[in-house]
């Protein structure tokens, strides 16, 4: 039984990849200053959530070998710029 649509795993790669670069970029944000243990603490959240995303990317390959590419969930990066500056 299929759990997702291949549109819907699009979706969800996207969401993936650009909270992937709001995290990165907030643990270089927090890491400066000597404020590491913070950047360490969010860098071990970020690799928990990118288990998630490698797990949901198997789970993808499984349902749909013929469509399904690592392009999903990991490339094609989005412009995240015009949200950082909002902030």
Do not use: C, W
């Not at 969800?12 to 200053?33: A, E, P, R, S």
């Amino acid at each position: 039984m299929k759990t997702h649509t291949m549109d819907e795993y699009k979706e969800i790669g996207m969401d993936f990849k650009i909270l992937n670069d709001l995290m990165t970029h907030l643990i270089v944000k927090v890491g400066k200053y000597g404020k590491l243990k913070y950047g360490d603490k969010l860098s071990k959240e970020l690799d928990k959530i990118n288990q998630i995303r490698s797990d949901l990317e198997e789970e993808m390959f499984k349902e749909y070998p013929k469509d399904a590419n690592t392009e999903v969930f990991y490339g094609g990066r989005p412009d995240i710029t015009n949200l950082l500056k909002e902030y």
